[in-house]
C-alpha cells in the first residue's frame, strides 16, 4: 500500500504518525525528509530486506525504526549516543535509552535518572524522553535494530551507516554537543574529536548500566555540563 508524503523543510512524522507495515516503507519516508541529502548517500535497502524477511521479532517497530530522524539536523543541539535498541518487548520505540510508555524503566534508565537527580536536583521517573528529544537531543542509537533477546545481534549491519551519520552531524554543525556514555560511545568520540581538532564539545563517562554505573557514571554530571555549554554557545537550555 503506497502512502502519499508531503515534503517540507522538516520531518513531521509527530504529526503524520501513519502506520508503516515494512521496513522498506519506512525507509522511504525518512528519504523524503530534511534527512533527505544525508539518506542520499546511504544504501540501506538490504538491511531493511533483511529486517522484513527476518523470522525473529525485531525491535523497534517499523513506524518508529527512523523516530529520531523526526528531529532536523538544523534542530540538533546535542546528541547522546546509545548502543542498539532495548530488546525485552514493548520497550523500544527508536530513540535510545527511551522506552514506550506505561514500561516499566530498565536499569540503566534508572541510573540516568539517578544522576539527573544528583546534577541537577530534578526528579525524574517517566521512561518517555521524547520531551528531551523535542527540544533538540538526538537520541541516537549506533544500531537502529536488535533482535528480540539478542543484544548486538546487528551492530555490524549499521556500523558504517552510523559512522557516516556522525560525520555529516560533525560536518553539518560543529558546535553540536556529544555526551557519550561507554566504550562503545568513546570510540565514536575520538573521531570527532579528531575532526574537530578538539574535547570541548564531548563529555565521556561510563554507560550507566549497573555493571558500570558506579565507576564513574555517578557524578560524572553530564547535565550540568550540557547546560552550561549550550548557555556559552547562546543557545536555549534543555529542561531535563
Known sequence: MK????????????????????????????QSSSWSEFFKTQNLDEI?????????????????????FELAPQEIKVVILGQDPYYNPNQAMGLAFSINPGTTNPKSLNNIFKELKNDLGIKRTDGNLEDWHKQGVFLLNTALSVPEKAPNAHK????????DLINYLVKFNPNILYIMWGNNAKAFGQK?????????????APHPSPLSAYQGFF??????WANNKLKKLGQTEIKW
Open 219 to 224: 557524578n560524572s554530571k553530564p547535565f550540568s
Open 192 to 204: 570527532i574529536e579528531k575532526q574537530l581538532n578538539s574535547k570541548e564539545l564531548i563529555h565521556y
Open 3 to 30: 502512502h502519499t508524503i508531503t515534503k517540507t523543510p522538516y520531518l513531521k512524522l509527530k504529526l503524520e504518525r501513519i502506520p508503516m507495515s515494512t521496513y522498506k516503507q519506512a525507509l522511504k519516508k525518512v
Open 156 to 163: 555490524k549491519y549499521w556500523k558504517n551507516f552510523t559512522n
Open 48 to 68: 531493511m530486506g533483511m529486517l522484513d524477511a527476518s523470522e525473529e521479532t525485531i525491535y523497534p517497530s517499523p513506524e518508529d525504526m527512523f523516530k529520531v
